[in-house]
């Protein structure tokens, strides 16, 4: 079929006379005075979750007000219940792995944990994400790197195509370096500059084409990034992901490991090496997740933070990570990987100083839920204070356990009957919704 750009990128290939166009929202944006936007019957957006700021809702507003059908498209619909109508969950993760499927999308990924970033004292900014500034100051350190690569020669000895994500553009450039020292060929990719034999190179699209070309023939092992290659990309030959950052959001991270779980001849499962306890905070890459629906009408924030919610109530389990091998499992007391039997998780954990302490048990603790013969009468008692302060659910539970010293059951009445609703304003929230 025939196509035009609209994207400052490609300038040899516009065409204005052709009926499909493939647009991108920051050029259309910004000719829409000059040249105004283009009508259009149909609009299908590619990466839904990441067009809704101003200038996409900018753009979608003119095609809505023509009347234009808009169709978006996503792993991860979060978010999304204020810029579409419905949302159409069209598969899960198992069935995308369906062996009996001449050629299934998906392949199975293979978990390790690793010695991993102390994650324990830093705050996360709105969208779910860890503060780069403070991994900078309170977690960073050089000692970092011997981790990685230990478990990356261990897991990967014949060096296959592999994808690292590291918390900042420096520390990409920086693991290029030290890969290239122990005589692994890497590089670096962001939106500005590509990175690698020691020297800048503009990111221009044909200069990111060769780094994948050569990837994929063997001649870069490593291709390192922050978030560019985050999503956008199509690299099926990638057998091997380092997450060598610590991922607050739940979008971040399923958008991540996406990358590499795409099936390809080559390969019949991926390896995820996980150093910033990404696998008990998200779950695993391989799970069928559920709660699409009421994600979509979620912040970024409060989905990243139901997961951990589900744990501390018992609702979901931890995965364990083996001692022996770092493999996590969903459950047993035998690990899948080496055989090993044992009861406990043990994951180590990285210290400023570089050294390590042994963290043994969940990661997330389950809360320890009581009731005294006035539960309910004091939690009632909060409800309505906290409604005149105009206090979240969260925030009231907070006060609650902070005033009573224990947890109360979350089926008391005037508490929410859907678990969205506990991140919400007490007063937003009718109490026809609540218990």
Same mark, same amino acid.
């Not at 929202?25 to 839904?48: M, N």
């Not at 949302?87 to 199975?108: G, M, W």
């Not at 048990?361 to 309910?376: F, L, N, R, S």
């Not at 004091?378 to 979240?392: D, F, L």
């Given at each position: ?344 998780? %043990? ?12 963290? !043994?048990? +969940?990661?997330?603790? #389950? $809360? *320890? ?35 009573? %010293? ?12 859907? !678990?969205? +609703?506990?991140?919400? #304003? $007490? *007063? ?8």
């Amino acid at each position: 079929m025939d196509y035009g750009v609209i994207a400052s990128q490609f300038p040899d290939k516009q065409s204005n006379l052709t009926k499909i166009q493939l647009c991108s929202i920051d050029t259309v944006y910004a000719r829409r005075e000059k040249s105004g936007i283009p009508k259009a019957d149909l609009v299908i957006v590619d990466e839904a979750h990441q067009q809704k700021e101003t200038k996409a809702r900018t753009v979608f507003k003119t095609h809505d007000n023509r009347g234009c059908c808009r169709i978006g498209f996503t792993a991860t619909p979060v978010d999304l219940g204020n810029l579409y109508d419905k949302l159409f969950i069209s598969c899960l993760n198992s069935e995308l792995r369906d062996k009996r499927l001449e050629f299934p999308a998906h392949v199975p990924a293979h978990v390790f944990g690793g010695a991993e970033i102390d994650t324990r004292n830093l705050s996360q900014i709105k969208t779910g994400e860890f503060s780069l500034a403070e991994i900078r100051k309170r977690v960073w350190t050089p000692s970092i790197f011997g981790h990685v690569f230990k478990s990356y020669s261990r897991l990967n000895p014949h060096k296959k195509p592999t994808i690292l994500f590291a918390p900042g553009i420096e520390e990409s450039k920086w693991f290029v370096d030290e890969f290239e020292k122990k005589g692994v060929r890497a590089a670096h990719i962001d939106g500005e500059d590509c990175y690698f034999d020691g020297k800048d190179h503009r990111s221009k699209p044909q200069v990111r084409e060769e780094i994948i070309s050569k990837l994929k023939r063997g001649e870069i092992h490593v291709i390192c990034n922050r978030y560019v290659l985050r999503e956008g990309i199509d690299i099926p030959e990638l057998a091997h992901l380092i997450l060598a950052c610590a991922m607050g959001s739940i979008v971040s991270y399923i958008q991540t490991v996406g990358r590499v779980m795409r099936n390809h001849s080559s390969i019949d499962r991926v390896i995820v090496q996980d150093h910033g306890g990404n696998w008990w905070r998200h779950g695993s890459p391989n799970a069928d997740r559920t709660e699409w629906e009421d994600m979509f009408n979620m912040s970024n924030s409060v989905a990243s933070s139901i997961r951990k919610h589900k744990v501390q109530r018992g609702e979901e389990k931890c995965a364990i990570q083996c001692p022996m091998c770092d493999a996590i499992r969903a459950f047993g007391s035998f690990c899948h990987n080496c055989g090993y039997k044992h009861e406990k998780s %043990k994951r180590a954990v990285i210290m400023k100083n570089g050294s390590l302490i042994e963290m !043994t048990g +969940d990661p997330i603790p #389950k $809360i *320890k839920v009581a009731e005294a013969y006035d539960t309910e009468k004091r939690w009632i008692e909060c409800y309505y204070r906290c409604r005149r302060s105009n206090m979240t659910f969260k925030q009231a539970l907070g006060l609650f356990v902070n005033e009573n %010293k224990y947890y109360p059951p979350e089926d008391l009445r005037m508490m929410p009957l859907k !678990t969205i +609703d506990w991140w919400a #304003k $007490i *007063k937003d929230v009718d109490q026809n919704q609540l218990r």
